[in-house]
């Protein structure tokens, strides 16, 4: 690979570094849009559980399910041990029966019901007004218990709930029964952008839409994400929640809107989704990239091994045919130098023996060094190649060798390039096998089906672990593998299992290996 194309890659690199960076940062708003929401959560948890109206959940039974803070303080009960008590306990005796006909008549339509009852002596025994409704999956009813007060202590009580308005970072838009906004907050005002003096006397509707409201007015509530404008024009995402008052006689008094700013949130959002296009696109780029590159390699590797076959093949000629006949002939002249002195017993006749023995000696090495190059029987064909391999091996080693080949007429459907790749193949796992293994016995097998041919060679040693298979420099494996795949072909080590040996297995198509 050049030194453009490595820094073509640092540069690809550094771009998909600087996309992540962007994309960090575009989960990092989401992250804070979802804690302001869970902030907004805890808000309206935190109004319900210190509002000053008494607020009650209970179960189709009348046993307290949950309440807030001013249940607990007007029942003189802890808040915890309010949970599964009968909210009549906290009745007169006289006011018990009426608050069961109450809850046994309660509409399935979610209508509420309102009653006036005395609490109990031991509870001071003032007045309260009890309203409840069911829910909208009527498993459990709603209820909310007030003091019959002056009404001093009404306004009082009103002025500290719009003081608990005012500090919500929702806006809050309050409607009557016809659906003209009464009053709003400021956060109201600051997100929607109109002030209170023209959100005031406006319909609802035309704030979030007939739909929500009719959406509102049938169920009870509604909440949804509308896309919306400001007054001057600029857009505004929002979250929204409708419910509405229950009113005497079961009507709707009214309804009650809170808004929330979410533009921040969906900005990050959108950006968040063309980033993911963005990357998802360079990736499918990129990959395409690298599997043509890929491909390049794996074109450039088999054209090495061919020609490193090549030159081994035109070494190992010349080696024969120069260094070989050479020495041949040299032999062929000390021979009959020797023969001459046959019979004496002189010093120059010892050193003619020494120089036979000498070339004797040079010539095994010389053909030991043309069979590592490219042995000359591979010219016999496969089966003489794979013969001679194992009987070499048999004699450099105390290992028992197996070979199990099929007939000619199948040995002759494997051309000469695959019968190449398949022999060095062979030779390599032996070699490991020799050298790694600490086998007893090695079996090599093939076979030629339809369509392919097959090859296995198989030990007994203690098997290659996994991190000797990705170890950098296992390079014979790599080799094998790369040759395999020149030739559309497939390469496999077994499973590794300590001490269960290791088998190589190699299938060629055979209709590319002629």
């Known amino acids: 690979m050049s030194c453009s194309d490595v820094q073509r890659q640092w540069l690809a690199l550094q771009a998909s570094q600087r996309e992540l960076d962007v994309q960090s940062a575009a989960l990092a708003a989401l992250g804070r849009q979802k804690r302001e929401a869970e902030e907004g959560l805890r808000r309206y948890a935190g109004l319900f ?16 399910i949950r309440a807030n803070q001013a249940a607990a303080l007007l029942f003189a009960c802890p808040l915890q041990a309010l949970a599964g008590q009968p909210a009549e306990r906290f009745l007169a005796p006289h006011s018990r029966n009426a608050l069961r006909q109450l809850l046994s008549g309660l509409r399935a339509d979610g ?8 609490l109990f002596d031991a509870l001071g025994g003032g007045r309260v007004r009890i309203e409840a409704n069911l829910d909208l999956a009527g498993d459990a009813v709603r209820m909310v218990v007030s003091d019959v007060r002056s009404r001093e202590q009404h306004d009082a009580a009103l002025q500290r709930t719009f003081a608990v ?16 906004i009464v009053a709003v907050n400021p956060a109201f005002t600051a997100i929607s952008g109109r002030a209170a003096a023209q959100a005031i006397g406006s319909e609802l509707a035309t704030l979030c839409g ?4 009719l959406a509102a007015l049938h169920d009870g509530s509604w909440q949804g994400e509308l896309a919306l404008r400001r007054p001057d024009g600029t857009p505004l995402d929002a979250a929204l929640s409708l419910r509405t008052l229950a009113g005497t006689g079961g009507g709707v008094a009214g309804a009650v809107a809170v808004l929330s700013d979410i533009s921040r949130r969906k900005q990050a959002e959108a950006a968040l989704q063309d980033l993911h296009r963005n990357l998802e696109s360079q990736v499918v780029q990129r990959t395409a990239d690298l599997l043509h590159t890929n491909g390049q390699l794996r074109q ?8 490193k076959e090549e030159e081994r093949k035109r070494i190992a000629r010349e080696i024969h045919d120069e260094l070989g006949q050479n020495l041949l002939a040299l032999k062929l002249d000390i021979v009959q130098l020797n023969e001459r002195m046959a019979g004496r017993e002189s010093r120059l006749s010892r050193r003619v023996t020494a120089a036979l023995a000498n ?20 010219d016999l064909g496969l089966a003489a190649a794979l013969e001679w391999l194992v009987n070499d091996f048999r004699h450099r080693s105390n290992l028992h060798y197996e070979l199990d080949l099929p007939g000619e007429a199948e040995l002759a459907a494997i051309g000469s390039e695959a019968s190449l790749v398949l022999f060095r193949i062979v030779q390599e796992s032996l070699v490991n096998a020799l ?14 089906g339809r369509s392919e041919v097959a090859l296995e060679v198989e030990d007994n040693g203690i098997g290659i672990a996994p991190s000797c298979r990705e170890r950098p420099g296992s390079f014979g494996l790599i080799g094998m593998q790369e040759r395999a795949a020149a030739l559309n072909g497939s390469f496999a080590l077994n499973e590794y ?18």
């Open 435 to 448: 050298r790694h293994a600490r086998a007893t016995q090695v079996a090599v097998r093939l076979s030629v």
């Open 300 to 307: 450039l590797s088999a054209h090495l091994a061919s020609v």
């Open 497 to 514: 299992e300590a001490g269960a040996g290791c088998c190589v297995t190699v299938r060629l198509p055979l209709q590319n290996s002629q």
């Open 165 to 180: 308005l005012d500090t919500l970072g929702e806006g809050v838009a309050v409607a009557d029964a016809d659906g003209v």
């Open 210 to 213: 007939e739909a929500a409201v």
């Open 111 to 118: 209508a509420s019901v309102a009653m006036e009852a005395q």
């Open 359 to 378: 070339i004797d000696a040079t010539l095994r090495s010389v053909r030991g060094i043309m069979n590592e190059l490219r042995p000359s029987v591979l």
């Open 49 to 64: 559980d210190q509002a000053p109206v008494c607020y009650l959940s209970l179960a189709r039974d009348g046993t307290v």
